[in-house]
């Protein structure tokens, strides 16, 4: 939600008269404090009446006492303004927090909390890590939650190895039962095998082809049918020429639950053709197949029959696939198979063009498309969150 200045400074002007009038009954704010109120309460208004909101915000910032009824208003104020994008003001805010003295243990781990969070949105890194550091070492209530923001931070600087210690942590706070490390975005299990994948892609870049095996591995030790570490070393076990090795890994991906994608498909291929085995191929996509009946399959299924056995044998099979599920993309392929005599007929060119738009791959979570798999999603940042959709009446989980 992003709030106008109107709204802020009005929000502003009964915080300070709240925190002025709570200070007037005689709780906790110094005398200093309480004969400063009134002017800078009143300066803010001079500026507003000058229509210059900014200065105004700014004096009544000032205005805003800080004592234990206050406190949240600041941290509240502080988070509206960094939301805002006037990260330096919320800079400002929380770092004035922190220089009073009679702050509990708690709130002073909520000042660093929230100053920290100020420092990743300004992308100040570095500072925001000792704070996070600090504070994930010294309190038991906000650890989790800075572990989880230190994650933000190695994210953002691609820092996968200090971001792996961080998970493991975290990893073993949840399974320890704790409350606080659970609920707090993604599992932590699946965001450790994300980042030993990110390393191992990163090893397999500088050609460490073995350090890059052995990372694909331990992503392998909270989820032993993971998607992306799976495919990593199937890839891998083809490279070094081992093609039933590949396939025991791809049998692990079949097993997964996950459907098939246009990648899995060329990486099954792969794997066959350096099988040598003929047969191979078309007993894995009818495996593939029974497991999970996609339009996708059913199309390589079909052009693999038409290839062996002649086209009758493959449209046969596509008509009974449509029979059970119906699908755009496998009705469209038997009708182009009838119109194959002429490329320049208008109904074909109608329906290769409705076949090109499906959607490829979509975000679950926020709805982001293309045609290429992303294991995070550039629009929501939500790790494997984006799946294939095969065509309209064929949504697949892959
Ligand atoms: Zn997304």
Not at 164 to 169: F, G, K, L, N
Request: glycine residues 8%.
């Amino acid at each position: 939600m992003v709030l106008n200045n109107a709204l802020l400074l009005t929000l502003l002007v009964l915080a300070v008269a709240a925190g002025w009038t709570l200070g007037r009954g005689g709780l906790r704010m110094d005398g200093a404090e309480r004969a400063q109120l009134p002017s800078q309460y009143y300066r803010g208004f001079n500026f507003l009446l000058d229509g210059e909101e900014e200065d105004a915000v700014d004096a009544f910032t000032e205005a805003l006492a800080i004592n234990e009824e206050t406190l949240d208003t600041h941290i509240a104020l502080g988070s509206v303004l960094r939301k805002r994008g006037e990260v330096d003001r919320a800079i400002r805010i929380h770092q004035n927090l922190l220089k009073r003295p009679q702050l509990t243990a708690v709130q002073l781990h909520q000042s660093h909390l929230e100053l920290a969070r100020d420092f990743i949105a300004a992308g100040l890194y570095d500072r925001a890590e000792q704070l996070l550091l600090d504070l994930a070492a010294q309190s038991s209530d906000f650890s989790a939650t800075a572990q989880r923001h230190l994650l933000e931070v190695y994210e953002a600087q691609r820092d996968w190895r200090a971001a792996v210690t961080i998970a493991e942590q975290l990893v073993t706070l949840e399974e320890a039962g704790e409350p606080s490390a659970a609920g707090h975005g993604q599992p932590a299990q699946l965001l450790r095998g994300h980042y030993l994948c990110e390393q191992a892609e990163t090893a397999l870049a500088d050609g460490d082809a073995q350090g890059a095996q052995r990372l694909y591995e331990a992503a392998l030790r909270d989820q032993p049918q993971d998607l992306r570490a799976r495919m990593g070393l199937a890839k891998g076990k083809l490279t070094e020429g081992d093609a039933a090795a590949a396939m025991e890994h791809f049998n692990a991906v079949m097993d997964s639950g996950r459907t098939c994608t246009p990648e899995l498909l060329e990486l099954l291929s792969d794997i066959c053709d350096a099988q040598g085995d003929q047969d191979l191929y078309l007993t894995s996509l009818r495996r593939y197949y029974e497991q999970h009946d996609s339009s996708l399959l059913a199309l390589a299924l079909a052009n693999e029959l038409g290839q062996r056995d002649g086209d009758e044998s493959a449209e046969a099979f596509l008509r009974q696939t449509l029979e059970g599920r119906p699908s755009v993309s496998v009705a469209a392929a038997l009708i182009l198979k009838a119109l194959q005599s002429d490329t320049s007929l208008p109904e074909r060119r109608v329906l290769d063009q409705l076949i090109s738009n499906q959607v490829g791959y979509q975000c679950d979570h926020c709805g982001f498309s293309g045609q290429a798999r992303h294991w995070r999603c550039p629009g929501c940042r939500h790790w494997d969150s984006i799946h294939y959709q095969g065509d309209t009446q064929g949504k697949a989980y892959g």
